[in-house]
C-alpha cells in the first residue's frame, strides 16, 4: 500500500507501530513530517504536507494510541 499525506489514518496506525511509547501531543512537526516521509510506505511529495495535514495526523495518532 502506498501512502500519501491524505492516509491521515493510516500513517497514525503506522506510526503508532513505530514508535508505540511516544505520545503525539509531545511530537513536533519538524519531527513529524520526517518521520512520515521515512516511513516505508510512504510515497507522496514531502513538499506537499502544511501544518493542517501535520495536525490531522496527530489527531489520528492520539486517537489510535486509546
Known amino acids: 500500500m502506498s501512502l500519501t499525506w491524505t492516509d491521515s489514518r493510516d500513517i497514525a496506525i503506522e506510526l503508532v507501530e ?3 511509547d511516544t505520545d503525539p501531543k509531545t511530537v513536533r ?10 516511513l516505508e510506505d510512504f ?4 513538499n506537499r504536507s502544511n501544518e493542517k495535514i501535520l495536525e490531522a495526523i496527530i489527531l489520528c495518532w492520539m ?3 486509546d
Open 18 to 20: 513505530q514508535f508505540p
Open 29 to 38: 512537526f519538524t519531527d513529524l513530517h520526517r518521520w512520515v516521509t521515512e
Open 43 to 46: 510515497s507522496d511529495d514531502p
Open 63 to 65: 486517537e489510535e494510541m
